[in-house]
């Protein structure tokens, strides 16, 4: 089953017999048949006819309106779907089962860091990696083998401090300095730019999850209240270094923004600017709706987050068969 994602603005979608088809202007870009299709994401200022949303009510083929950057505005379900006994079963997870999924989360994070890091080491040659790359290996190793969520937790953040004290030696523009991660407020233009781009995953995270029909507040790895919705959390640990610190590394080596021109301070923190946002934001989308393989063929990036909460979702039903986080390549 596939996702249609209609990211391209001034798109429209229609309904041709049991097909439907995405225009753009006097082109149609794609075709896809409704038995195949599973869901229906439309980004930013794109249309979808009467008959084609009556003709997926009908299939329960729910269709999901989200601003460009994924922040989801509603949703358009049949009045018989639902998942009346998914959330019980969430719920209803063992520890053990939770730290199962949590240990897996924690492991893939730590890999996708050492991968990042690995990648740039061969790009640029930086001896000042050589350390840090086998500790994110040996801690990622530990997490496997780990039973408490409060030392999976400590490996989580031990591999950060690992981490992120090597991310700033692969910055090559002499006005982004970064030593440590600083978070709330974020103290300078790179933790600027990483806690802007958590945010924007966390969201289109948080939207894919409802859709899912899972609870966003009952988590594994982070405790939820009633203003944290904590699984959002937990599955965005495995995204932080392939889609946003990749993604900062490259804008600010590009020299794609510049700190006296792109941020601004207030109240004791560093933050984008309108420009900023808007030039970060169009290099995130351009990465986003890049196309890569899938199992069901080309899709944009953005399915690579469906398609973990997907996995979730089906640990959800089926604890057993484990749960595969999202690995860098």
């Not at 944290?228 to 080596?253: T, W, Y």
Request: glycine residues 6%.
């Amino acid at each position: 089953m596939r996702s249609l994602y209609v990211s391209q603005q001034g798109c429209y979608v229609s309904l041709q017999q049991e097909t439907l088809q995405v225009h753009h202007r006097s082109q149609v870009l794609q075709q896809i048949q409704l038995p195949h299709l599973e869901q229906i994401l439309i980004f930013g200022k794109s249309q979808i006819t009467t008959q084609a949303i009556r003709a997926c009510l009908w299939r329960n083929i729910p269709i999901v309106y989200l601003s460009r950057m994924g922040y989801c505005y509603g949703r358009v379900m049949s009045i018989e779907r639902g998942y009346r006994h998914l959330q019980r079963y969430q719920q209803e997870l063992v520890l053990g089962d939770r730290v199962t999924l949590a240990r897996a989360i924690v492991a893939g994070k730590l890999k996708n860091s050492r991968t990042l890091l690995l990648r740039q080491q061969r790009q640029r040659h930086l001896p000042q990696l050589d350390p840090i790359i086998p500790r994110l290996e040996a801690l990622a190793q530990q997490a496997q083998n780990t039973t408490a969520l409060d030392k999976l937790m400590g490996l989580e953040g031990a591999g950060a401090a690992q981490y992120f004290s090597a991310l700033g030696q692969c910055l090559t523009h002499p006005d982004f300095d970064f030593i440590a991660r600083s978070k709330r407020p974020p103290l300078n233009p790179v933790n600027a730019l990483l806690s802007f781009g958590y945010q924007v995953v966390w969201n289109h995270l948080l939207s894919l999850i409802e859709v899912q029909g899972l609870d966003p507040y009952y988590a594994c790895l982070h405790e939820g209240t009633e203003r944290h919705a904590a699984l959002a959390s937990d599955l965005i640990e495995e995204f932080r270094a392939p889609v946003i610190d990749a993604l900062v590394l490259s804008v600010i080596n590009r020299r794609w923004l510049e700190v006296g021109r792109d941020f601004v301070y207030h109240q004791g923190g560093c933050y984008l600017n309108d420009q900023g946002r808007k030039r970060f934001l169009k290099a995130f989308l351009q990465r986003m709706e890049e196309p890569i393989k899938t199992e069901s063929g080309l899709q944009p990036k953005w399915d690579i987050l469906n398609q973990q909460v997907k996995a979730f979702k089906q640990f959800v039903y089926q604890p057993s068969r484990g749960y595969k986080p999202y690995q860098m390549r």
